[in-house]
């Protein structure tokens, strides 16, 4: 069974930085998407950026240029490093990825959400 293990969420002050991290562990043999979503009360999910094991990188406009998305496929781990933060990025963020196993064919998985709080 696969599992997807968030951390690095906290309160920081608007201009300030913060890194998430989120480790994959379990039966797999492929990363085929790493991902962040973030989500606020009364609103729907949101992708924040995605990074295909082929493919272009994308982000959400409003955090190009202040987010960025890497992967360490050794440590099957997915980062997000948040820096210039503003008040309005506060949300609960969730990983995702789209992993192949042998058994289960490609399927989606979902971290447990780790809250992020950009207030002075």
């Known amino acids: 069974q696969v599992q997807l293990m968030e951390s690095g969420g906290g309160l920081v002050q608007p201009g300030g930085s913060l890194r998430l991290s989120c480790t994959a562990s379990?039966?797999?043999?492929?990363?085929?998407?790493m991902g962040w979503y973030r989500q606020v009360p009364g609103k729907g999910r949101e992708l924040v950026a995605r990074?295909?094991?082929?493919?272009?990188?994308t982000y959400v406009e409003s955090v190009e240029g202040r987010f960025t998305i890497s992967g360490d496929n050794d440590k099957n781990t997915v980062y997000l490093q948040m820096n210039s933060l503003k008040p309005e990025d506060t949300a609960v963020y969730y990983c995702?990825?789209?992993?192949?196993?042998?058994?289960?064919?490609?399927?989606?998985?979902w971290g447990q959400g780790t809250q992020v709080t950009v207030s002075s």
């Open positions: 379990g039966n797999f043999v492929v990363m085929n998407i």
């Open positions: 995702y990825m789209n992993l192949y196993g042998w058994q289960t064919g490609s399927k989606d998985y």
């Open positions: 990074m295909p094991r082929e493919g272009r990188i």
